[in-house]
């Protein structure tokens, strides 16, 4: 920000300017006895103004770092097969479910039912139905 941008924010600027017209010299209106050093004014700020908006640079930066560290921790917890397996792993896994058969001999139920250690006597669930 230049010297006239600053001059233009409030508090920047030479005091007693507001509303007067500029004349054939370039100063405003003003008594001999004014600062000559008026329009230089702004610069009495200038290192404050510097100061806030690096500190504002900082935090802006700050936050950006923050937040892309947690998008990474996200994508680190999730599970995505394309990047987390390899395709060793997608053919260990596929052999696995191909193995895997579902039979349908009545002994089976009735052993697991024999062998279950469920209440018998439980009412039967049913999702929503308050007991």
Request: hydrophobic fraction near 30%.
């Amino acid at each position: 920000m230049s010297g006239p941008e600053v001059a233009n924010t409030p508090g920047g600027g030479a005091p007693g300017k507001e509303g007067k017209e500029p004349v054939a010299n370039g100063h405003a209106g003003e008594s001999p006895d004014a600062n000559p050093f008026a329009e230089y004014m702004w610069m009495e700020n200038e290192e404050e103004y510097n100061r806030q908006v690096e500190e504002e640079l900082l935090e802006q930066d700050f936050l950006e770092r923050c937040f892309q560290e947690m998008l990474e921790e996200e994508d680190q917890d999730w599970f995505i097969p394309s990047r987390d397996l390899n395709n060793q792993g997608v053919g260990q896994l596929q052999q696995q479910l191909n193995g895997l058969s579902v039979s349908d001999h009545h002994s089976n139920v009735e052993e697991v039912a024999r062998k279950s250690v469920l209440n018998p006597e439980a009412k039967e669930f049913i999702p929503g139905k308050k007991y």
